[in-house]
């Protein structure tokens, strides 16, 4: 069981990445998937949720209306579009797996090695 998180990089202020969380050994459409991050010093922080139906996305206010959330089940794969990017936004990302998700990482049972973002001019 393991998830690969990638597509992290260096951008500009104002410019985009594509997060993507690829699972193996199995199937993430079972599992509610989240995105968290953590910034060197600071405590990882919630980002946004997808139910495991894809129904419904959950985003922290910081976030809201700037990155997307998305599944895509042939490719066992969630996406995270990150548009707008701002020096704030530079973090190291993780996406998780769980029955639960949600907004707290209690609610999350397999994690990624995560994927750094720098937003920096």
């Known amino acids: 069981v393991q998830l690969q998180a990638s597509g992290g990089g260096l951008v500009q202020p104002g410019g985009s990445l594509r997060l993507s969380c690829a699972a193996s050994g199995f199937t993430l459409d079972d599992y509610a998937i989240g995105w968290f991050r953590q910034a060197p010093g600071k405590e990882r922080e919630f980002v946004a949720h997808i139910t495991w139906s894809g129904a419904s996305t959950y985003y922290a206010d910081s976030v809201k209306g700037r990155f997307t959330i998305s599944r895509d089940s042939a490719k066992n794969t969630v996406y995270m579009q990150l548009n707008s990017l701002k020096p704030e936004d530079t973090a190291m990302y993780y996406c998780?797996?769980?029955?639960?998700?949600?907004?707290?990482?209690?609610?999350?049972?397999?994690w990624g090695q995560g994927t750094q973002v720098t937003v920096s001019s």
């Open positions: 998780a797996a769980g029955f639960r998700g949600g907004s707290g990482i209690g609610g999350y049972d397999f």
